[in-house]
Nanobody, 131 residues
C-alpha cells in the first residue's frame, strides 16, 4: 500500500519559516515527479512546487518563488518543502503528491503544475501563519 505522509506543519508568525517533509512508503518514487499543493479554506487546491525525478529541475508557483524551496532525497524516498518569509496568505493545508509513472521524459513545466499529473496524495499538513 502506497502512502505519503506529510509532517512539519504548524502555527508560525508572519516572516517565520517551516520545513515540510513528505515520506513515501510502499514503493519507490526515485523515477517520478513529486510536488506540493495547498488548499486554503474556501479555495481550490493550487500548485505550490514540484521537482523532477532527479531533483535537477524545480518548478514553483509565482506566489512562492524566492520564498519556498523544494528538494528531495531519493535514498530516503522523501520530498521536502522549505518555506521562508511566511505570509498569512500562505495559510492552508499542504499536500504532497507523487506521480505513478516515471517522469523522466516530462518536458516543460506544465505537467508538473497540474494536479491530475499526480496519482498519489498525502493527507495534508496544516500551515497557519498569524499576522
Amino acid at each position: 500500500q502506497v502512502q505519503l505522509v506529510e509532517s512539519g506543519g504548524g502555527l508560525v508568525q508572519a516572516g517565520g519559516s517551516l520545513r515540510l517533509s513528505c515520506a513515501a512508503s510502499g514503493r519507490t518514487f526515485s523515477n517520478n515527479a513529486m510536488g506540493w499543493f495547498r488548499q486554503a479554506p474556501g479555495k481550490e487546491r493550487e500548485f505550490v512546487a514540484a521537482i523532477s525525478w532527479s531533483g535537477g529541475n524545480t518548478y514553483y508557483a509565482d506566489s512562492v518563488k524566492g520564498r519556498f524551496t523544494i528538494s528531495r532525497d531519493n535514498a530516503k524516498n522523501t520530498v521536502y518543502l522549505q518555506i521562508n518569509s511566511l505570509k498569512p496568505d500562505d495559510t492552508a493545508v499542504y499536500y504532497c503528491a507523487a506521480a505513478a509513472a516515471p517522469s523522466r521524459y516530462w518536458s516543460g513545466s506544465t505537467l508538473y503544475g497540474m494536479a491530475r499529473s499526480y496519482d498519489y496524495w498525502g493527507q495534508g499538513t496544516q500551515v497557519t501563519v498569524s499576522s
